[in-house]
């Protein structure tokens, strides 16, 4: 007994480290097992997924139809209209981008032909060597990219049943998320433990709430920031306005980088087609796009749906097309601000729901 009182003793702070540390890794095991399960059927999971998204946009147009509507006829009108806006957009987009596309390419070679003399001629004073070293990265870069989101999609797509099988869990995803969510939710909670039944409740509607609102955010930020360009390249007489718009328009949807990466291109288009000082101001005009778009519309527009400090949306991004490509990409920021705001929310740190959260009513495994 001596010897053990007297013997070396465990700081405080590293037996609390040591705690801390042994449960996280608990913690990511027990993910990492979840991960692999759900990998083994990524289709199912992804279509079920995208219907997720699908709901978040017809279910607030399908409540209001739902005023005047049977709740089967609304949700048949709401599917309707949604699918008849999505088409329409695409329909736009991709027929500005080809009907300018041989146009669009001949400009942008042109304006890396001006970048390569710049780089060459300029005060940087490279060697052609070194250009062709740091255009063939940069293009390896793009076309690994390219390869990995065609090989990816050919690789689910070339099993018929499993595109069968994932259409069919899409189509009655939605029907069934828009027609009883509450029954649906409450038959998960039903087969948990009573005690944790309340933290699940509140923490399925607070990632579901990031989902869905970041869902409708990004399609009106992404309108948003292509109207935006669209007017500026036009009153900077940038010829292909429509169809960098557009491009602009797609790489919206992966927040903070997606948009400035494809004004890129316009300010190489307008470096070609109008010279160095109107693609200076196509880059000032991405700076000013950016700034109204992360001080301006998020806030307005997705609320707190989404409240991630700028560097860890580009970690989400990056842990995501690491994980699943462009796919990743597009899913990581409502994922990580779903998991944010379960994780505020059980560590006590959000003052809107308060942890632990009140018992559930008796009827909540049974609610509609």
């Known amino acids: 007994m001596a010897e053990q009182s007297g013997g070396p003793q465990v700081p405080q702070t590293l037996q609390n480290a ?5 449960r996280i890794l608990v913690l990511l095991a027990g993910l ?27 279910s607030p147009v399908m409540n209001l139809l739902n005023k005047f509507l049977p709740k089967v006829l609304a949700m048949i009108m709401a599917l309707i209209l949604i699918i008849a806006a999505i088409v329409t957009i695409l329909f736009i987009v991709v027929r500005s981008t080809i009907s300018e596309s041989s146009k669009l390419v001949s400009s942008l070679q042109s304006g890396l032909s001006d970048i390569r003399g710049w780089l060459k001629d300029g005060p940087l004073g ?36 499993t595109v069968i099988i994932a259409g069919s869990v899409f189509l009655f995803g939605v029907i069934f998320f828009l027609l009883t969510p509450g029954k649906i939710w409450g ?40 109207t935006l360009v669209f007017i500026g390249l036009t009153v900077m007489q940038v010829p292909l306005a429509p169809a960098l718009s557009a491009v602009v328009f797609f790489g919206a949807f992966i927040p903070v980088i997606g948009a400035p990466i494809a004004t890129f291109f316009a300010a190489v288009v307008a470096l070609a087609e109008r010279g160095p000082v109107i693609a200076l101001l196509v880059i000032l005009l991405t700076v000013v796009v950016g700034s109204f778009d992360g001080d ?40 990580a601000g779903a998991v944010y705001g379960v994780a505020k929310f059980v560590t006590g740190r959000d003052p809107d729901h308060p942890f632990p959260p009140p018992a559930l009513p008796a009827a909540t495994s049974t609610a509609s």
């Open 187 to 226: 038959w998960v909670i039903s087969w948990l433990p009573r005690s944790i039944e309340p933290t699940v409740d509140t923490s399925g509607r607070i990632a579901w709430g990031a989902i869905s609102g970041y869902t409708r955010g990004i399609v009106l930020i992404a309108l948003a920031d292509a």
């Open 126 to 161: 490279l060697t052609d060597e070194a250009i062709n070293n740091l255009f063939t990265q940069a293009e390896g870069w793009g076309t690994t990219a390219a390869k990995g989101v065609l090989s990816s999609a050919v690789g689910e797509l070339s099993n018929l049943g």
């Open 32 to 58: 990492v097992v979840v991960g692999l399960i759900l990998g083994q059927i990524f289709p199912v999971v992804f279509a079920l997924f995208l219907a997720m998204l699908v709901t978040a946009w017809t």
């Open 296 to 335: 301006v519309l998020q806030p307005l527009v997705m609320g707190k749906a989404v409240s991630l400090h700028p560097l860890a949306i580009i970690f989400a991004i990056a842990a995501g097309s690491i994980a699943l490509g462009i796919v990743g990409a597009l899913i990581a920021v409502p994922i």
């Open 18 to 22: 040591a705690g801390i540390t042994w």
